[in-house]
């Protein structure tokens, strides 16, 4: 394999720990300057070109959202030579448009992480980077993956916004309210720093968020309790039509 031969990598979130359709699946365990990614990166065959796929969380779900290596796992995608990255984001639904098993292509986020690595320039003595960030999804890809999901025929919402939180609890009603004032339609805890971090790698990266569940008292009834085997349904039911839209992307 050449190191540029990978057309797309996928990283896999909550309930999201394989890309179905992959073919001809070899183990990579790249040990890159910030450390090891989560677990193997597996690059395959889908659709006649070489996708990478990795679980951000381990494949057994071990790593929680403020321990996730974020840097490690973008730099052993890159070190195998991907360019693209599709970041599989389970979420949490604020906005009208953003109920239980949507999927959407978020355009702006706002951070609210805190105390996680989040920048290359963390060591003494590396280039101090200010990357831009205004738009944080690459529109190019972007618009690849709003293409794709109308090839393959899968609904998919263009744009809002993804408030990424700290985790690994869930969010009080109190904090959605102030989320959904801030401009927030989405929630989740994974979304930074990797989408910063993919910027100053030079990654085009686009999210593809699917929603799990209202957020806390964002939904029809205020009271619903949040529960981890809706949260799992949910995101298996609205996956279905992913590996389609990454096929045709
Ligand atoms: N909040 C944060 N992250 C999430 C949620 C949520 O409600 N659902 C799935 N991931």
Redesign the pocket.
């Known amino acids: 394999m050449t190191p540029d031969s990978i057309e797309l990598a996928v990283v896999g979130g909550?309930g999201l720990y394989a890309l179905a359709g992959l073919q001809d699946v070899e183990a990579h365990q790249p040990v890159t300057r910030y450390g090891t990614p989560s677990g193997p990166v597996r690059v395959g065959t889908l659709a006649g070109r070489r996708v990478a796929f990795l679980a951000r969380h381990g494949e057994g779900h071990s790593v929680p959202p403020h321990r996730i290596n974020y840097r490690a796992n973008l730099a052993a995608l890159q070190m195998l030579g991907a360019r693209r990255v599709l970041a599989l984001n389970?979420?949490?639904g604020i906005g009208e448009r953003f109920g239980p098993r949507v999927l959407a292509c978020p355009d702006q986020l706002i951070d609210y992480t805190w105390g996680r690595i989040s920048t290359l320039c963390e060591e003494p003595g590396t280039e101090v980077l200010h990357v831009d960030f205004g738009d944080p999804y690459t529109p190019a890809l972007r618009a690849q993956v709003l293409e794709a999901a109308r090839t393959a025929g899968v609904a998919l919402v263009d744009g809002g916004c993804y408030g990424a939180?700290q985790?690994p609890r869930?969010?009080t009603k109190a904090e959605i309210a102030r989320m959904r004032r801030d401009g927030c339609d989405l929630?989740?805890?994974t979304g930074m720093p990797e989408a910063g971090l993919a910027r100053e790698l030079g990654l085009e990266y686009a999210c593809l968020a699917i929603v799990?569940?209202?957020?806390?008292g964002a939904g029809p009834d205020p009271d619903e309790v949040?529960t981890l085997e809706d949260?799992l349904a949910n995101v298996d039911a609205a996956s279905a039509g992913i590996p389609a839209l990454v096929a045709a992307l």
């Open positions: 909550t389970t979420v949490g939180t985790g869930l969010e929630v989740g805890m799990a569940n209202w957020a806390a949040i949260v």
